[in-house]
């Protein structure tokens, strides 16, 4: 039992390797879903579903096998604008090529939504 995150992105990681249809997340949280949302909206994921309960709610999640790999970033940088083209090349394999997911003042985005708005924030996870 570790992290919610990593715990989460390794489930995934795993389901996709083993070419599953959908995977079952048991333990969930606001961040969580919103990481989820921003990978339905790049099309990494199909649909999910958010199912609340008394400990947190549960996110069932089909997959479309376009998953390369997906992790966590540990811990949880701090980056300013100017330096997430450097945080690109150390996580993502290409320019261009899959997102990375920050959290900032105004929400979770994408880096390139970020560096479209000028703003920095805490790296949370990756996904190509």
Not at 38 to 59: A, H, L, Q, W
Not at 88 to 96: C, N
Not at 107 to 128: D, F, N, P, R, W
Request: hydrophobic share 35%.
């Amino acid at each position: 039992m570790g992290d919610l995150i990593s715990d989460s992105m390794n489930s995934i990681m795993s389901a996709e390797l083993h070419q599953k249809k959908e995977v079952v997340l048991t333990k969930c949280s606001s961040l969580l879903v919103g990481i989820v949302k921003i990978m339905k909206s790049n099309g990494y994921i199909g649909d999910y579903e958010f199912t609340p309960n008394e400990r947190g709610g549960v996110i069932t999640i089909k997959l479309i096998n376009k998953i390369n790999k997906i992790g966590s970033i540990r811990p949880r940088y701090p980056c300013t604008a100017e330096k997430l083209e450097s945080y690109e090349k150390v996580y993502l394999p290409a320019a261009g090529f899959g997102i990375i997911i920050i959290s900032t003042s105004n929400g979770l985005m994408t880096h390139y939504e970020a560096k479209k708005q000028g703003l920095g924030g805490i790296l949370v996870s990756y996904c190509y």
